[in-house]
C-alpha cells in the first residue's frame, strides 16, 4: 500500500485558516486521497477525499498537487472544535471493499 | 444525519469472559467493519464483513474473534475470552459502498476494560 507522512502536530488560532499537509510521493495513479479526522474521545470522521482536482465540501477544501504526490487539507476558518487527529490515507480505486490504514495523523491544537 | 451507533459505550470484564459489542450500522449500508484503538495508539483495522460474510480480516482477528449480523440491524463482535490486551476501544464503521470513491461512516466507539 502507497504510505502517506504527516507532521506529527500542528497548532493554529481560532478563526485563521489551518493547511495540513499530507506527502503521498509513492501514490498510485489510482489511489484516492481521504482525509478522516479523530475528535478527542470519538470515532474517526470522514472529511473528505478526492482524486485529482480539488475539492470542497462544507466541512473543508482538499487541494492536491499537480504531481499529486501531495495535498493539503484546508479549514478555512478553524474553531475550536476542529482540534482533532487529522489523517490522510490512500484508497485504491480499482479495489472493492478495503481496510482504511490510519497511521499517526497529525493532532491539531487551536488555541483560542 | 444517519450515525452508527455502538452499545455499550464502556464495558469492563474479567480476564476470560466473553464479551459481545454492539453496532447497529446506517440502515441503508451494506459492508461494515470493526476497528480498534489501544489508548495511545493507531487505529487499526480488525474485520470487513458483506453478504453475510468476512471479506478481509487482519492478523489481529484470530480465532478469539468473530463477527455476526444476526437480524437485519444489529451487527456485534464477539470476543471469546478476553486478554488484557484486549483493553481497547472498538469503533463499528458501515459504508454504502466499498468504493474509494466514498468515505465510511464510524461510532462513537465502544472502551473494551480488561481487569
Known amino acids: 500500500d502507497a504510505k502517506t507522512t504527516q507532521p506529527n502536530s500542528m497548532e493554529s488560532n481560532e478563526e485563521e485558516p489551518v493547511h495540513l499537509p499530507c506527502n503521498h510521493s509513492?501514490?498510485?495513479?489510482?489511489?484516492?486521497i481521504h482525509w478522516y479526522r479523530q475528535l478527542p474521545s470519538q470515532g474517526p470522521e470522514y472529511v473528505i477525499h478526492g482524486l485529482t482536482s480539488n475539492v470542497n465540501n462544507r466541512m473543508a477544501s482538499l487541494a492536491i498537487a499537480e504531481d499529486r504526490k501531495s495535498s493539503t487539507l484546508i479549514l478555512h476558518r478553524a474553531t475550536l472544535r476542529d482540534a482533532a487527529v487529522y489523517y490522510c490515507?490512500?484508497?485504491?480505486?480499482?479495489?472493492?471493499?478495503?481496510?482504511?490504514?490510519f497511521g499517526q495523523g497529525t493532532r491539531l491544537t487551536i488555541n483560542p | 444525519e444517519p450515525e452508527v451507533t455502538q452499545t455499550p459505550s464502556h464495558q469492563v470484564t474479567q480476564m476470560g469472559q466473553e464479551v459481545i459489542l454492539r453496532c447497529v450500522p446506517i440502515s441503508n449500508h451494506l459492508y461494515f467493519y470493526w476497528y480498534r484503538q489501544i489508548l495511545g495508539q493507531k487505529v487499526e483495522f480488525l474485520v470487513s464483513f458483506y453478504n453475510n460474510e468476512i471479506s478481509e480480516k487482519s492478523e489481529i482477528f484470530d480465532d478469539q474473534f468473530s463477527v455476526e449480523r444476526p437480524d437485519g440491524s444489529n451487527f456485534t463482535l464477539k470476543i471469546r475470552s478476553t486478554k488484557l490486551e484486549d483493553s481497547a476501544m472498538y469503533f463499528c464503521?458501515?459504508?454504502?459502498?466499498?468504493?474509494?470513491?466514498?468515505?465510511?461512516?464510524f461510532g462513537s466507539g465502544t472502551r473494551l476494560t480488561v481487569v
Open positions: 509513492t501514490i498510485s495513479g489510482t489511489d484516492y
Open positions: 464503521a458501515s459504508s454504502e459502498r466499498p468504493w474509494a470513491q466514498e468515505g465510511y461512516t
Open positions: 490515507i490512500l484508497r485504491d480505486g480499482l479495489k472493492g471493499a478495503q481496510k482504511l490504514v
